[in-house]
């Protein structure tokens, strides 16, 4: 069962080199990475000729930007019956792919498989949903992060696998684009398993401590794609607008002033102040 990692990337070196390394580890060897590069000055080509003797590469350089075109790109070239879209700076643990593709063969109803995210820590989670346990999930509760997706194209609603160019970096929100396409995917029929057991490495950027503006950014994408869908009058989406919009960050800001965490009140705040952007500027 091929594997296809459509990869997009820009303004990073370093940290392609670091997945690109984990990828030379992995146990299951079928697989190819299709990178759709918008970089304009030749960043990472010598890194990319440098692994292509070991790894099936497919280099692609384009003339435009944004993550969720990027990857729409790339699905268009995948040769593999799995897809998944890694970031430019994650890890694959070496047992991923194997794994991966063992899950899909055990589980012949699933059309999606979700991997935990961890902060280079066999313990630790990083960014997304994430949970201790392993197990079916709906639209109602989502779980992981876009790179941590993987994708039977065999199973799924190919009609509904795309990504919208509104979302995701670079483009009008900068935020959501997976979910939003996982809600989509969810809500087509697709069956989704979650396991924290395939392990993807992932700084935590997320976090308070690392300031407001990434999350103001990042959010604006989350009230926007809740608000696309309202528009389409899907009702299931009035839980994750009372859930991400009201009680989610009274909860937070709560605790944080509990706590007298002066940054983490901020963090929350804003992150509120993002999706109600989002939510009230879509589509205008």
Same mark, same amino acid.
Not at 82 to 107: G, T
Not at 165 to 179: C, V
């Given at each position: 069962?091929?594997?296809?990692?459509?990869?997009?990337?820009?303004?990073?070196?370093?940290?392609?080199?670091?997945?690109?390394?984990?990828?030379?580890?992995?146990?299951?060897?079928?697989?190819?990475?299709?990178?759709?590069?918008?970089?304009?000055?030749?960043?990472?080509?010598?890194?990319?000729?440098?692994?292509?003797?070991?790894?099936?590469?497919?280099?692609?350089?384009?003339?435009?930007?944004?993550?969720?075109?990027?990857?729409?790109?790339?699905?268009?070239?995948?040769?593999?019956?799995?897809?998944?879209?890694?970031?430019?700076?994650?890890?694959?643990?070496?047992?991923?792919?194997?794994?991966?593709?063992?899950?899909?063969?055990?589980?012949?109803?699933?059309?999606?498989?979700?991997?935990?995210?961890?902060?280079?820590?066999?313990?630790?989670?990083?960014?997304?949903?994430?949970?201790?346990?392993?197990?079916?999930?709906?639209?109602?509760?989502?779980?992981?992060?876009?790179?941590?997706?993987?994708?039977?194209? *065999?199973?799924?609603?190919?009609?509904?696998?795309?990504?919208?160019?509104?979302?995701?970096?670079?483009?009008?929100?900068?935020?959501?684009?997976?979910?939003?396409?996982?809600?989509?995917?969810?809500?087509?029929?697709?069956?989704?398993?979650?396991?924290?057991?395939?392990?993807?490495?992932?700084?935590?950027?997320?976090?308070?401590?690392?300031?407001?503006?990434?999350?103001?950014?990042?959010?604006?994408?989350?009230?926007?794609?809740?608000?696309?869908?309202?528009? *389409?009058?899907?009702?299931?989406?009035?839980?994750?607008?009372?859930?991400?919009?009201?009680?989610?960050?009274?909860?937070?800001?709560?605790?944080?002033?509990?706590?007298?965490?002066?940054?983490?009140?901020?963090?929350?705040?804003?992150?509120?102040?993002?999706?109600?952007?989002?939510?009230?500027?879509?589509?205008?």
């Amino acid at each position: 069962m091929k594997v296809s990692l459509v990869l997009a990337t820009l303004g990073r070196d370093c940290e392609l080199l670091d997945f690109l390394k984990s990828l030379l580890f992995q146990t299951y060897k079928d697989f190819e990475l299709i990178v759709i590069d918008q970089n304009k000055d030749g960043l990472i080509d010598s890194i990319l000729e440098s692994f292509k003797p070991v790894l099936d590469i497919k280099h692609i350089k384009v003339d435009f930007t944004g993550n969720a075109r990027a990857r729409d790109y790339g699905i268009a070239l995948a040769q593999g019956r799995i897809l998944a879209f890694p970031d430019d700076d994650c890890a694959y643990a070496s047992d991923v792919l194997e794994k991966v593709v063992a899950e899909f063969a055990r589980q012949e109803q699933i059309a999606i498989l979700v991997a935990g995210s961890y902060d280079f820590s066999s313990t630790r989670f990083s960014i997304g949903v994430n949970s201790h346990k392993a197990g079916y999930f709906t639209r109602f509760k989502m779980m992981g992060v876009e790179f941590t997706q993987f994708f039977d194209l *065999q199973r799924i609603d190919r009609a509904q696998f795309h990504l919208d160019h509104d979302f995701g970096i670079g483009s009008k929100y900068a935020g959501g684009e997976g979910f939003e396409m996982l809600y989509r995917l969810l809500r087509a029929g697709g069956r989704a398993f979650y396991t924290p057991s395939i392990k993807i490495y992932h700084a935590d950027k997320d976090h308070y401590k690392l300031g407001t503006a990434r999350m103001l950014m990042y959010s604006t994408g989350i009230g926007a794609y809740m608000r696309k869908f309202a528009n *389409q009058h899907d009702a299931f989406i009035l839980y994750y607008i009372v859930r991400k919009m009201f009680v989610a960050p009274a909860l937070k800001m709560t605790w944080a002033m509990l706590l007298c965490n002066r940054k983490k009140l901020a963090y929350s705040f804003y992150n509120l102040v993002g999706i109600w952007r989002g939510f009230l500027v879509y589509g205008k």
